[in-house]
């Protein structure tokens, strides 16, 4: 049982606020993703949280004990970083066995030895077991750096972008195997990324962060689907969210709706559609293809099923049902019509 | 106006074959990728289209007029390599019209010609700059145009896009292929970003390990990879494979897994060995109850729009393409159902696609 809690937690560098007032909970067995760009307050958090840094003002709970000022060994996480931190000079094995070998632990050498031949399986490392930890592939090194933290069992996982310094494939086949490790193991895990891939992927909920701000924290569904902001809505989905000015789709709407903003597979291209449009550009991914159009001078991306007929220069109309559409203010900010 | 032909062209570097048994026509206008991983040939292809270097067997024609052999200036063709280098010192209008100014071209001309391009590439505003002071997107825009003002054959680009960044990557692409559109010159284009490779390419030829697979336009190569490199090379996730351990007769339409038959197009010729791959798309593979093959669910990756379902089977890790309304966890137990239309057999042995309904 292991259940983070945050309160009110603030942290200033100098004169930037790099967290405000930041509060919500990681369940027991949760896979929360922080996601947001660089200066967000992503990897600020994470170090709060491993007692790294020390908040300005708020509360640190881990299982309902307060461990605000308790330092890093007293709170028992697990960080793992973006640049894989093995020792260089030990054997695969003995990085893995490291952890277990503190005296606080009193394990045998054959507890360890079981331990760690486990975890090594259920990487795909059990044959690298007797590698130097220098002689192991990027994706090796940190599926060991990854192993390290699992052998230790914590209350928690905090991850820093651990994918994101290999090549794509890997990253792809790394984020598959970390999600169903933490399904099966049922660990509490605080993962950040700037990747909302990687978020969609893996999440329970998505945290987004805006400049030190939780925006909105909720499931990848929801954060997809029902967004509170223009900016958590352009966090998500690739070919990106249309967001348009309100005329454009001359729609009688309400005076505050500024803006409204549709998923590029929610347009169509449609002889019998209420927009003008004259396509810009085609690309055609194979299972889907990418339009681009162009409705008096707003740019609408349209994601459709490959092979229509439309080219480059034709003249079109465009369609979005409008239970498909979402509103917002002229801060931005999400109506609810 | 180019059509450049490539025939049994091959090319050695000592006991490495870079290049072998590679044909292939690029029309005239077209924009054409040559993809593939590092290492394929893709670059050497290039370099001796350019003549850069001389294959060591085969003929290269450009318009018909044999050019293996004629030096890289002795053909009228422009090189864009993966760093777009400039003149620093001068500024944007000089370093676009200097490739006529050491031809000797009278002045008045080449403002004339600068001016058109730079009208193009939307530089005519920044005309006068110093191109230090540019942003990278504009740089890469004066260096394109350098290439461009010579009016060449044909342009070869051998990753122009492969140092920038995702986010400027896609707007160059967008850029390019807009410039390919308005002066329709042929164009190759070489890359190892499938992505990129299906957004840009009017036609895609695959290489691996030297040899040329195959050229087909985007589409085509996406729903009838002719092998199986190139059914796992393109499309995110990969095509998904399954071991069939029987032969495959011509006139046939179905397969044995699995104890049970699987539908598939009726094949038109006899597969080489006992062994070959079933070859599935994976938005062609539905996730129900029961259906032809049965199995564990791994993962569930939610996209958006769709999500991936990565289904562990006897027959290995399968990945099913599903719309968001489907709802399977880590753990469960689901059947696969399979589009049989869209089902290819590739031999076992050379793992190219045997002929069939699908794959005629």
Known sequence: ?337 | MAEIVIEDLKKEFGDFVAVTNSNLTIRDGDFFVLLGPSGCGKTTTLRMIAGLEFPTYGKIFLDAEDVTFLRASERDIAFVFQMFALYPHMNVEKNIGFPLKTQGVKKSEISKSVLEVAKLLHLDKVLKSNVSALSGGDKQRVALGRAIIRRPKAFLMDEPLGSLDAEFRELMCFELKKMHNDINATTVYVTHDQNEAMAMGDRIGIMDKGVMLQADDPLTIYNKPRAKFVGSFIGSPAMNFIDIHSFVKKGSSAVKIDGSQLAIPECHEDSHIDFNYLGIRPENINIVDSGDISGSVYGVEYLGANKIITVDTEFGRIKARVPSSVHSKIGDNVGLEFDSNSIIIFNGDDEMAIKSQLMN
């Open chain 1, 1 to 337: 049982m292991s259940e983070i809690k945050i309160e009110n937690i603030s942290k200033k560098f100098e004169d930037t606020d790099a967290v405000s007032n930041l509060s919500f909970t990681i369940k027991d067995g949760e896979f929360v993703v922080l996601l947001g760009p660089t200066g967000a307050g992503k990897t600020t958090t994470l170090r709060l949280i491993a007692g790294l840094e020390e908040p300005d003002e708020g509360k640190i709970f881990i299982n309902n004990e307060d461990v605000t000022a308790s330092p890093p060994a007293q709170r028992d996480v697990a960080f793992v970083f973006q640049q894989y931190s093995l020792y260089p000079n030990f054997t695969v094995y003995n990085n893995l066995a490291f952890p277990l070998k503190s005296p606080l632990r009193s394990l045998s050498k054959e507890q360890i030895d079981e331990i760690v031949r486990d975890i090594a399986k259920t990487l795909h490392i059990e044959d690298k077991l007797k590698n130097k930890a220098t002689h192991l592939s990027g994706g090796e090194m940190q599926r060991v750096a990854i192993g390290r933290a699992l052998v230790r069992e914590p209350n928690i996982f905090l991850m820093d972008e651990p994918l994101s310094s290999l090549d794509a494939k890997l990253r792809e086949e790394l984020r598959l195997e970390l999600k169903n490790i933490q399904v099966q193991l049922g660990a509490t895990l605080l993962y950040v990324t700037h990747d909302h891939i990687e978020a969609t992927t893996m999440a329970d909920r998505i945290g987004v962060l805006k400049e030190g701000e939780l925006i909105q924290i909720d499931p990848p569904e929801k954060i997809y689907n029902d967004p509170n902001s223009v900016y958590v809505a352009t966090r998500l989905g690739s070919p990106k969210i249309n967001v348009v000015p309100s005329k454009l789709l001359q729609m009688n709407l309400p005076a505050q709706v500024e803006y409204v903003a549709f998923r590029p597979e929610n347009v169509s291209l449609d002889p019998e559609g209420t927009v003008d449009a004259r396509i810009e550009t085609r690309q055609n991914l194979g299972v889907e293809e990418i339009v681009t159009v162009n409705c008096m001078g707003e740019i609408v991306r349209a994601v459709i099923k490959p092979g229509s007929l439309a080219r480059s220069g034709d003249n079109m109309k465009i369609a979005v049902k409008k239970r498909n559409m979402l509103f917002f203010d002229n801060e931005s900010q999400r109506v609810y019509l």
